[in-house]
């Protein structure tokens, strides 16, 4: 607390604010990425919020344990995107993707990922119009390359080395047609976006949760069958254009009749051998000697041998990586069996989709099937409205409460004012440095935050300097008053902030959403309206205390208080001499 007289003190004060604020730039300009600009969300800047909602093949709610490592495993996705700004963030059941920037399609396609697995192609048809044509595929054999008449496809190497006999198709580029020996390969890239579709009324008056566990069943009773018959049946029903039920809830062991990713070709694959989370690594590159870009496949000590096994009993045939309950790569096995756990994939990549598979391969498996439940996407223009129209806002509230406090306190006005712009610097900083070390943005609602902590730090001075006018009433000077009333003052502001952190505190927990941003932001100008009180306007106002020009009533405002001291004392003077 300040002492009630002497200079040396408050100057200390302030002297360790500046330094606080010497400390907090220097952490902005010389650490991190030395921007001093803030992480703004995706209301602010523009960009893509996707909600997805967990599936589980009964219809239960999902356990946390599981929602937390689907977090991590699509976190690690987004950085290997190269999505910079990107979050992943838990709310209730449900996983918030936050991309910013005009590139919704990013968080869109991370929302696909879910399990990943990788499985032997039976027989596999093209699909024309999203269905099967009337071509019957030749289990164990389909995607075998035949000179002259291959069709497009990749091809697999061990030890991510080219093999010493090239294939017949190595520098083709994907088409849709094949010759009638063989069936067309589906092209090695991720998700497209899948036609809207509206789910069915639910029958019987089921819930959604009961409607989409009897879909899931009936989609595996005849999609996964072991009876051939059912396994031809259901490669002819296959419709790729219409959304998926089975996506991401597959019997791993048992066979799957599913689409390619691009809805071209329908096929019919084994039960897996391959768990997705046996990949170790992948990674993309171009090789040099074959000028073609090329993915990387590293597998776990357990895939290692596994892979080992399937390379070597499918030569010349096709194992689909299967992603979702989709086939995001089928390329054909050219040599086995490849041991020591690496091989490469190699086809018509460019290097942006060798790099989205690489990812897609190394953090698709997920303890988790999502579907998205809610996208928002913001343009950058509407944004940058936004980001105006909440500065605009800010300035508006500063000046409105400066001209208050210059109107009716005078040249304290301007002390306020002082602190006020202190404890905006400071906020700045700190704002800035949240968003680098904890991913903090600041966002509409955090901006309304600010802006009622400006009111709240106005309502600290007021109390100060109504406790000053209270002291000075009773009759003692503006030096004498001032570290009185900042001795009733303190108390008063101390039980104010404390009732408002602790409400800050409560709704950031119970919060969801961007709620969260504004008690994150009330609760930091709270803390710091306390610092602010204590190191830079009482000091301020102890120095001002001790000056002459200050205590003058024309600038400080305060010539009518003391008029009332006089007539008091004269009054009670009055009383006293009649009283004789």
């Known amino acids: ?66 929602l937390r490592r689907a977090q991590t495993i699509i976190e690690n996705r987004v950085n290997g995107l190269g999505v910079s700004g990107s979050e992943v ?59 002259g008449t291959a069709p497009d496809t990749t091809q697999l190497n ?34 497209p976006a899948q036609a809207p579709t509206s789910p069915p009324t639910p029958p019987g008056g089921l819930t959604p949760q009961e409607q989409a566990k009897k879909e899931i069943a009936d989609a595996k009773a005849i999609r996964q069958s072991t009876d051939p018959t059912v396994q031809q049946a259901a490669m002819a029903a296959m419709d790729c254009t219409k959304s ?41 590159g171009l090789n040099q000697q074959q000028a073609r870009h090329e993915v990387n496949l590293e597998f776990k000590s357990g895939g290692s041998d596994a892979w080992a096994s399937l390379t070597g009993e499918y030569i010349n045939k096709r194992v689909a990586f299967v992603l979702d309950s989709k086939v995001v790569s089928a390329p054909v096995v050219q040599s086995g069996p490849q041991q020591g756990g690496r091989t490469t994939i190699s086809g018509s990549f460019t290097a942006a989709s060798a790099k989205e598979l690489a990812n897609t391969l190394k953090y698709g498996s997920l303890p988790l099937s999502f579907q998205t439940s809610e996208a928002e996407t913001v ?19 500063l000046a409105v409460v400066l001209l208050y406090c210059l109107l009716y306190y005078r040249m304290l006005g301007f002390l306020a004012g002082f602190s006020l712009i202190a404890s905006g610097v ?14 903090f943005t600041l966002d509409l609602a955090g901006i309304a935050g600010l802006i009622i902590g400006i009111g709240l730090t106005a309502d600290s001075f007021v109390v100060f300097f109504e406790r000053i006018k209270d002291e000075m009433r009773e009759g003692r000077s503006f030096r004498s008053a001032v570290p009185r009333g900042w001795q009733r003052a303190q108390r ?26 504004f008690a994150f932001t009330l609760g930091i100008t709270t803390v710091l309206d306390v610092i602010v009180l204590y190191l830079v306007t009482a000091p301020l106002m102890m120095l001002a205390s001790h000056s002459s020009f200050w205590a003058k009533p024309s600038v400080n405002g305060l010539g009518a208080i003391q008029e009332v001291a006089r007539e008091r004392r004269a009054g009670e003077a009055l009383v006293k001499e009649t009283a004789r």
């Not at 003190?9 to 360790?16: D, Q, S």
């Not at 791993?252 to 046996?278: F, Y």
Request: charged residues 15%; hydrophobic residues 40%.
């Open 1 to 66: 607390m300040p002492p009630s007289q002497g200079s040396a003190h408050p100057l200390r004060l302030l002297g360790v604010y500046a330094v606080l604020l010497a400390v907090i730039y220097a952490l902005v300009f010389f650490t991190g990425d030395h921007s001093p600009t803030p992480k703004l969300g995706i209301d602010l800047q523009g960009g893509t919020r996707v909600t997805l909602t967990a599936r589980t093949p009964d219809g239960s709610k999902p356990n946390q344990d599981s």
């Open 89 to 147: 963030v838990i709310d209730g059941d449900n996983l918030v993707i936050t991309v910013p920037g005009d590139d919704g399609g990013q968080a869109k396609a991370l929302a696909t990922t879910a399990k990943l697995y990788i499985r032997p192609v039976l027989s596999a048809v093209p699909a024309v119009g999203g269905k099967a044509t009337p071509q019957t595929g030749t289990a164990g054999t389909a995607g075998t390359a035949t000179p």
């Open 158 to 191: 061990p030890d991510g080395t080219v093999p010493t006999q090239p294939a017949p198709t190595t520098e083709a580029a994907p088409t849709t047609e094949s010759a009638p020996a063989a069936e067309s390969t589906p092209q090695p890239r991720v998700f």
């Open 244 to 284: 998926d039920p089975l996506a991401g809830n597959d019997d791993p062991n048992l066979p799957l009749v599913t689409c390619s990713t691009d809805g071209k070709e329908i096929l019919l694959l084994d039960k897996s051998r391959i768990d997705g989370q046996e990949i170790k690594d992948a990674t993309s």
């Open 379 to 397: 343009s950058a223009t509407l944004g940058l409205s936004s980001l105006r129209a909440g500065l605009l806002a800010g300035a508006i509230g």
């Open 426 to 439: 400071a906020v700045y900083g700190i704002i800035v440095l949240l968003g680098r070390w904890i991913g």
């Open 492 to 517: 008063t502001n101390l039980s104010g902030k404390t009732v408002s952190l602790i409400a800050s505190v409560v709704l950031y927990i119970l919060a969801a959403g961007q709620v969260k941003g």
